[in-house]
Protein backbone atom coordinates (compact mmCIF):
# COMPACT_ATOMS: atom_id res chain seq x y z
CA UNK A 1 0.00 0.00 0.00
CA UNK A 2 3.26 2.26 0.97
CA UNK A 3 4.22 2.02 -2.65
CA UNK A 4 0.60 2.48 -4.16
CA UNK A 5 0.66 6.25 -1.97
CA UNK A 6 4.19 6.69 -3.48
CA UNK A 7 3.63 6.08 -7.45
CA UNK A 8 1.06 8.37 -6.61
CA UNK A 9 3.06 11.35 -5.18
CA UNK A 10 5.08 10.84 -8.21
CA UNK A 11 2.69 11.09 -10.99
CA UNK A 12 0.61 13.98 -9.33
CA UNK A 13 3.08 15.27 -6.47
CA UNK A 14 -0.21 15.99 -4.50
CA UNK A 15 1.18 18.19 -1.19
CA UNK A 16 -1.31 16.23 1.00
CA UNK A 17 -0.11 13.01 -0.10
CA UNK A 18 3.38 14.23 0.26
CA UNK A 19 2.73 15.17 4.30
CA UNK A 20 0.95 12.13 4.83
CA UNK A 21 4.23 9.98 3.69
CA UNK A 22 6.32 12.54 6.00
CA UNK A 23 4.24 11.97 8.83
CA UNK A 24 4.63 8.25 8.55
CA UNK A 25 8.47 8.61 8.93
CA UNK A 26 7.72 11.04 11.83
CA UNK A 27 5.46 8.67 13.48
CA UNK A 28 7.75 6.19 13.42
CA UNK A 29 10.86 8.53 14.81
CA UNK A 30 8.46 9.38 17.59
CA UNK A 31 8.60 5.92 18.79
CA UNK A 32 12.28 5.59 18.24
CA UNK A 33 12.08 3.45 14.93
CA UNK A 34 14.59 5.19 13.15
CA UNK A 35 15.66 2.78 10.71
CA UNK A 36 12.30 2.52 9.77
CA UNK A 37 11.74 6.35 9.77
CA UNK A 38 14.39 6.67 7.45
CA UNK A 39 13.01 4.41 4.84
CA UNK A 40 9.72 6.12 5.21
CA UNK A 41 11.80 9.28 4.30
CA UNK A 42 13.82 7.83 1.73
CA UNK A 43 10.51 6.84 -0.17
CA UNK A 44 9.56 10.20 -0.23
CA UNK A 45 13.16 11.54 -1.36
CA UNK A 46 13.21 9.58 -4.11
CA UNK A 47 9.52 10.81 -5.08
CA UNK A 48 10.37 14.01 -5.21
CA UNK A 49 14.52 15.05 -5.92
CA UNK A 50 14.28 13.93 -9.49
CA UNK A 51 11.23 16.48 -10.00
CA UNK A 52 13.18 19.58 -8.13
CA UNK A 53 16.13 18.30 -10.96
CA UNK A 54 16.50 20.68 -13.87
CA UNK A 55 14.30 19.61 -15.64
CA UNK A 56 12.01 18.58 -13.61
CA UNK A 57 8.22 19.11 -12.97
CA UNK A 58 8.84 20.85 -9.99
CA UNK A 59 12.17 22.71 -10.68
CA UNK A 60 10.67 25.76 -11.39
CA UNK A 61 9.99 26.83 -7.84
CA UNK A 62 5.83 27.28 -9.03
CA UNK A 63 5.37 25.24 -5.49
CA UNK A 64 7.70 26.40 -3.17
CA UNK A 65 5.98 24.53 -0.37
CA UNK A 66 7.05 20.85 -2.46
CA UNK A 67 10.88 21.89 -1.83
CA UNK A 68 9.44 23.01 1.89
CA UNK A 69 8.70 19.16 2.14
CA UNK A 70 11.68 17.74 0.64
CA UNK A 71 14.17 20.02 2.71
CA UNK A 72 12.01 18.90 5.98
CA UNK A 73 12.67 15.38 4.94
CA UNK A 74 15.92 15.48 4.03
CA UNK A 75 16.67 17.21 7.79
CA UNK A 76 14.30 14.66 9.73
CA UNK A 77 16.57 11.79 8.07
CA UNK A 78 19.11 13.46 8.94
CA UNK A 79 18.45 13.46 11.93
CA UNK A 80 17.82 9.73 12.42
CA UNK A 81 20.85 8.70 10.57
CA UNK A 82 22.62 10.81 13.67
CA UNK A 83 20.17 8.78 16.42
CA UNK A 84 21.97 5.65 14.47
CA UNK A 85 25.31 6.59 14.43
CA UNK A 86 25.36 6.82 10.74
CA UNK A 87 27.28 10.14 10.86
CA UNK A 88 28.04 10.28 6.60
CA UNK A 89 24.84 10.04 5.78
CA UNK A 90 23.66 12.02 7.88
CA UNK A 91 26.27 14.42 6.36
CA UNK A 92 25.00 13.66 2.54
CA UNK A 93 21.67 14.78 3.89
Known amino acids: RAEETGT ?50 EHSGKRPEVHKILLATLANRAQCHLNLEDYKAANRD
Open 8 to 57: AAAEGVDIKVLEQLREAGNQLFKVGDNAGAVARYTQLIDTLKPRMAPGGT
